[in-house]
């Protein structure tokens, strides 16, 4: 009989990036028109989010817009702290800076899995449904895309290929105490993995036990591998980033997963 390692493979993916992990089921509890992934606490008073240590390397023939404020971050984009009851002040996405109306393009292959107008802190959002079909990988993604500039026309089910344009990046949900009248254009990006592929999402996260996780996990185990060095063993969490380039080919030819925003040249 064939065993199916994909709880195993699931559970050692949450040790290595995920140290204290977040649980779906053990969390009660939201901060007024704050997403729900920002403001979840671990039931028994266990760690918060904490860095997964991925860095990103973008390859040098192009320009490819970068991180502004990693995963498990404890400032914004411009070196502010975040408050602390989110997450104990650590951050549950990565933020990327964009001008308005930016493309924004599937990380991979998947379905529309939701799609809503949000509050403050969140905006206009769009969440794919990765399966490990689609990535490769032994478990199901979730990815959610926030503060867009409109309500992407694409209707719930919709499959969409890696690469393909999605949404444009927008400010809703950014104006306030901190960004002030003009709020902040960038896109937040979320990531959630769950060994199941019937994970409820919306406006308020995730209510089916998937975990979030650094979204550079994505490419650190779908993509190729740093080469092996007699450097540091921080060589390890070097992340080759694939991309689509600027005319929509992607790179490497045949990669599953892609940048979300296209990458011209130099």
Request: proline residues 12%.
């Given at each position: 009989m064939k065993r199916n390692l994909a709880p195993i493979a699931f559970a050692w993916l949450m040790t290595l990036v995920l140290p204290g992990h977040l649980r779906g089921a053990g969390f009660g509890g939201t901060r007024p028109g704050i997403s729900q992934e920002q403001t979840k606490k671990p039931a028994d008073g266990g760690e918060m989010i904490r860095?997964?240590?991925?860095?990103?390397?973008?390859?040098?023939e192009v320009r490819?817009?970068?991180?502004?404020?990693?995963?498990?971050?404890?400032?914004?984009?411009?070196?502010?702290?975040?408050?602390?009851?989110?997450?104990g002040g650590y951050h549950g996405g990565i933020d990327i800076s964009l001008a308005e109306g930016t493309p924004l393009l599937a990380l991979a292959a998947g379905t529309v899995a939701a799609k809503g107008e949000g509050g403050q802190m969140e905006g206009n959002y769009l969440w794919l449904r990765h399966s490990p079909e689609d990535t490769g990988l032994s478990y199901w993604v979730y990815?959610?895309?926030?503060?867009?500039?409109?309500?992407?026309?694409?209707?719930?089910?919709?499959?969409?290929?890696?690469?393909?344009?999605?949404a444009r990046s927008g400010k809703t949900g950014t104006a306030g105490p901190h960004y002030g009248r003009n709020g902040y254009p960038h896109l937040h990006l979320t990531m959630r993995a769950s060994p199941?592929?019937?994970?409820?999402?919306?406006?308020?996260?995730?209510?089916?036990?998937?975990?979030?996780?650094?979204?550079?996990?994505?490419?650190?185990e779908s993509g190729a591998k740093p080469e092996k060095s007699d450097g540091p063993p921080s060589d390890d969490k070097k992340v080759k980033i694939p991309y689509v380039t600027a005319d929509g080919q992607p790179r490497p030819p045949g990669t599953r997963a892609v940048w979300p925003i296209a990458c011209p040249s130099r």
């Open positions: 860095p997964s240590g991925l860095q990103p390397v973008f390859p040098k490819c817009p970068e991180i502004a404020s990693p995963f498990g971050s404890q400032t914004r984009y411009d070196g502010s702290r975040r408050p602390p009851w989110e997450f990815s959610k895309y926030q503060h867009l500039q409109s309500l992407p026309e694409l209707p719930i089910g919709a499959k969409v290929v890696a690469g393909q344009v999605i199941t592929g019937d994970l409820e999402v919306g406006s308020r996260g995730s209510t089916g036990g998937g975990d979030l996780i650094d979204p550079l996990v994505l490419f650190h």
